[in-house]
Each structure stands twice: as C-alpha cells, then as structure tokens.
C-alpha cells in the first residue's frame, strides 16, 4: 500500500512532520549523501542510449523534467567530480519501484569504467541487501554518468545520489529493519485474521486478511524482498494485488462498522459505489497495465477517505468499535496520505515511500488488533454478563422466595439425577393455619422461615430440603437413610418449639427411589405416605385427649 498521488488534502505540515521523522530514521547524518543532479530524458521504449555519452540521438530523446509515474524508457545524464578516491556506492532515493536499471559511468576521456544494472525485473544480484545500490571504487577524478531507466510505471520520481560506501552500509539498516518488521506483522497477524474468519464466519475479518495479503504481496515486491529471496521478478505483483485489496478494504469497513442499507443508507450506498470503482479500476488496469499504479493511488485515496468518514460518523452515533477505529484509521490517513503523495522526501535518501507505506499499513493493522480485540473482550463481559442473568434468572425460577429454599422445578430436576439408593420425602407442616389466624401472616412466614432454617441446619448437607407448596416440603437424600431423617425432622420440630413455636409439628412419607418408576409414581407414594403418617398422628392425639378426659 504505498503510493504517490497528488493528495492535496492532506496538511503539508503533516509530510514536512513526516519527512522529518523519516530523515532521523535514516540515520544519514554522518556524511551525507551528494545529490547527482542531472537532466532526465524520455527515450523511445527500447532503444539503447549507446556506450558513450556523445551517442545520443537527439531525434530520438526528448527532455523531460522528471520520470513519468506511468512508467516508460529514461535517461539521465550528469557530470560530478571526486576530489577524494574511494569506494562509492550510486543508489535511487525516494522509490525503490524500478523494472531495469543501467548506470553507465565514463571517465573525462569518455572511458567507460562502470557498468553496473538490475531493477525488480532484473536477475542480477543485488550487492546489498534490499537495496538497489551499486559498489563503485573510482579514483579522484571527474566524471560523466548516464543511468537508463526503463519501468512499466514508478512509485514516486527515482533521484540518483553517491554515499561512501560505509556510511551507505550504516544508512540502510534502519529502512531494512522496518521492511523486515512490517512483513512479520502482515505475516502473523494475516494468518490471525484469516484464521479468525474461518472460525468466526465473519465478513470483517476475511477482508482484512484480503487486505493484508494485498499489501504483503506488494510490499515484498515493490521493497526487493520477493526478487531477491524467492527469484520473482514479475513487477505486476507491486499493483494488481491492491487493486483488490482497497476493495476488501472497503468491504471490511462495511463489515466492522456494521454499515447496512437499513441502519445506514447514505454510508452503505457510498461504499457500493466505491466497490463499484474499485472494480472498474481492476477493468481498467488490465486494459492498460501502466496504470495500474495510479490506480491503486487513487483507490488508496478513496477508502482512506471513506474509512475515515465512515468512523467519524459512526463514532458520532455511538458506537464503541468505531470510537477505536478512528484511531486506527486517522494514523493509517495521515501516513498513507504522505504515501501516495509525488512529494519528494528531500533530506532522505535510504528511507523510500514505500517505506511510509509500510508503516502506515502495519501501524493500523496492529491498532486494528487492539480494536478487535477490544471487540473479543467486550463480547466476552457480554456473554459473562448473559451468564450470570441467566443463572439468576435459573435460580429465581428454581428458588421459594420466601425460605430461599429450592422449589418444586428445582426438585424435579434433582430427582432425575440421584441413584436408586437415594429416597425422597415429603414433609407436610402443621401449625401454619394456626399461626396464621391467630397471629397474622407475617408470623406464619416466621415459622416457615424457622422450619427450613432448623432443618437444613440439622442435614448439614446430607440432603437438601425443597419447599414446594404452602406448607409442604419435601427432601432428597442420596444415601436413603429415613431413620436418620425422622430423627432430624424431630429434631427440628423441637428446636422450633424451643424458639417459640410451641403448635409446629411435621408429617412425613418416606419412599426410595428403588420402590417406583418414574417421577410421578414415586412423588406418588410419598405423597401418600405423609398423608397416611398425618392422619396416624391425628388419630393417635386424638386417642390421647380422649384419655385424658377419662
């Protein structure tokens, strides 16, 4: 993603700002760089400059301020003298985007004494390592220098200097260390996004990964790592790959943003149109693949803009994700913008465009990362926050409001859980009526309150007591022992007594789990056991005051 174009928009303080920064990266302040200054010459594409200077056709050359972005064939020529001899190296400063090169290199006898070529289309080795430079040793002296260039298009306008050959080693580091980082980040964080597309389904993150893929493909052309490492020459892949991938960007700014025809028509139908450019762009660069460059500038230009009004407005409607996103996006704008501007970057001479274009893109890559997962993060509070509703929500249905005991769904869910030695009980309480009348309602929930609080306290987690009527209870109790159970109702009964409810009394019916099948037929038998153990209990008071009156 780096490219020139006029981008009149963007502040001058901002690439003065940038131009600036870039000079300290460079590091070239050890001895610098002379500036070769020359005339540029358009030649008819093909056509061979000759082995001295005085070999120029004039018919056949015209000159010409400077290269022409859209590519073609050029000659430059100039004089310059060394005062001290050495060994020297001759590079291009602001753009490394160049299909051949040839330095031609006379002495004041019009000797040739150099002859050095290459380019990204060239398969001559490079000398120094992503770099375009070439290893001069030249005596004191003057001479004359005629570079051919012959390009299908160009990122920026080549400007030939000369460095010593040990300050031009220490100048390069930098430039070298930032392609070698940007290239990791598209690397690892485009297999995580391609990966998260694969899991998530999602629009967003696919087209980010189309888009990093994009600007990887044409960063490791346009930067000489492709050519130098793996052997491919073929330039076009410096264009056609982010023709695409200004497209996806788009896509994905639809996506993340949540831009729809609904929700945001005017937004939405701007980017259909933009996709719609985008594509027609695509037509127009295979029809005439020199312009293939420009193109992606001004399709550059375009989703920049979008992105950035698309995250303003979005952020003025309050979305979080776009509020993070604009951050992303006013970095990507600023570098980007200096990226695909025709600036020359004067007082740097190691540090190209490509370079700035590299860095706007992984510097909003990695904010993009922290956007997402911000996005990960607020997604995670929100299922957490789900969670625990929904756990509320499950222990309201499944708890007596009053004791805070569990009710009758919830012991319909434990009964599907216990084991055939397991038994169930059903409780039936007396004296709640009593209370009730005598002393209001408040009093009667005091004794239910007591009851559940005096059993559960005398199971100390053997079992768990259940409310599931208005004075019915009910307990499950895993190793089936009812002795032990009626020895602790009792125990409770006269707890409550001693706590002032002197009239609480309790019926029970015990069944196992083994005696029944299904659900229904065992609440059944409990059910008809209390009630048999509760008139058992009337009739026997009821022999006891008949005796007392005898």
């Not at 358009?42 to 120029?56: K, V, Y």
């Not at 390592?129 to 920026?156: D, K, M, N, Q």
Request: proline share 3%.
């Amino acid at each position: 993603m780096t490219y020139p174009l006029s981008f009149t928009c963007l502040p001058r303080y901002a690439v003065q700002l940038m131009v600036w920064v870039l000079l300290a990266l460079s590091l070239s302040v050890q001895a610098a760089p002379r500036d070769l200054v020359g005339d540029w010459y358009e030649a008819a594409s093909g056509n061979e400059s000759g082995q001295r200077p005085h070999d120029f056709n004039k018919q056949e050359i015209n000159r010409v301020a400077k290269v022409a972005v859209t590519g073609g064939h050029f000659l430059f020529k100039t004089d310059f003298t060394l005062d001290v001899p050495g060994r020297y190296v001759i590079d291009f400063k602001n753009t490394s985007v160049i299909g051949h090169f040839r330095h031609r290199i006379f002495d004041e006898k019009n000797r040739l004494v150099a002859l050095e070529a290459g380019g990204i289309q060239s398969t001559e080795t490079n000398p120094f390592f992503l770099r375009h430079g070439r290893e001069l040793e030249l005596p004191a002296g003057r001479y004359h220098l005629v570079t051919e260039l012959e390009s299908p298009f160009f990122l920026g306008a080549p400007e030939l200097y000369l460095d010593t050959l040990n300050d031009y080693r220490q100048a390069i580091k930098p430039g070298n260390a930032l392609v070698l980082f940007g290239l990791g980040v598209f690397l690892g964080l485009g297999i995580y996004y391609a990966a998260l597309a694969l899991v998530r389904k999602r629009a967003a993150e696919g087209m980010y990964a189309l888009f990093i893929l994009g600007n990887f493909l044409f960063n490791g052309s346009a930067l000489l790592v492709f050519p130098e490492l793996f052997g491919m020459h073929w330039i076009y892949l410096v264009s056609f790959p982010i023709l695409f991938s200004n497209a996806a960007y788009i896509v994905f700014v639809l996506a993340l943003l949540e831009i729809g025809n609904i929700s945001q028509p005017r937004l939405y139908k701007a980017g259909i149109i933009l996709l719609a450019i985008m594509g027609t762009f695509a037509l127009l660069a295979v029809i005439k693949p020199n312009w293939s460059l420009e193109l992606d500038r001004y399709g550059v230009g375009l989703f920049l803009s979008y992105g950035l009004t698309a995250g303003i407005v979005r952020t003025r409607q309050g979305s979080v994700s776009a509020k993070l996103y604009l951050v992303a996006i006013a970095m990507f704008f600023l570098l980007g913008g200096v990226a695909i501007t025709q600036a020359q970057l004067n007082g740097v001479y190691t540090v190209y465009i490509e370079h700035i274009g590299l860095l706007a893109v992984a510097v909003e890559v990695i904010l993009l990362a922290l956007v997402l997962s911000y996005q990960f993060a607020q997604l995670h509070r929100e299922k957490e926050i789900a969670l625990e509703r929904m756990e509320l929500s499950n222990r309201i249905a499944h708890t007596d409001a009053l004791t805070g005991l569990a009710n009758r769904y919830a012991l319909d869910v434990e009964l599907d859980q216990l084991s055939n030695q397991a038994s169930l009980t059903f409780i039936d309480l007396d004296g709640l009526k009593y209370y009730n009348d005598q002393y209001g309602h408040v009093r009667g929930d005091d004794l239910l309150r007591s009851f559940a609080h005096h059993l559960v306290e005398c199971l100390d987690g053997n079992g768990r007591l259940y409310r599931i009527g208005g004075d019915e209870f009910a307990i499950t109790c895993p190793d089936g022992d009812v002795t032990w159970l009626e020895s602790i109702l009792a125990n409770a009964i006269r707890c409550m007594h001693i706590s002032g409810f002197e009239f609480a009394g309790a019926s029970a019916g015990h069944v196992h789990f083994h005696e029944a099948v299904g659900k229904s037929e065992l609440k059944h038998i409990a059910d008809t056991r209390m009630y048999q153990n509760k008139r058992q209990r009337k009739q026997l008071e009821l022999e006891l005051q008949v005796s007392r009156i005898d």
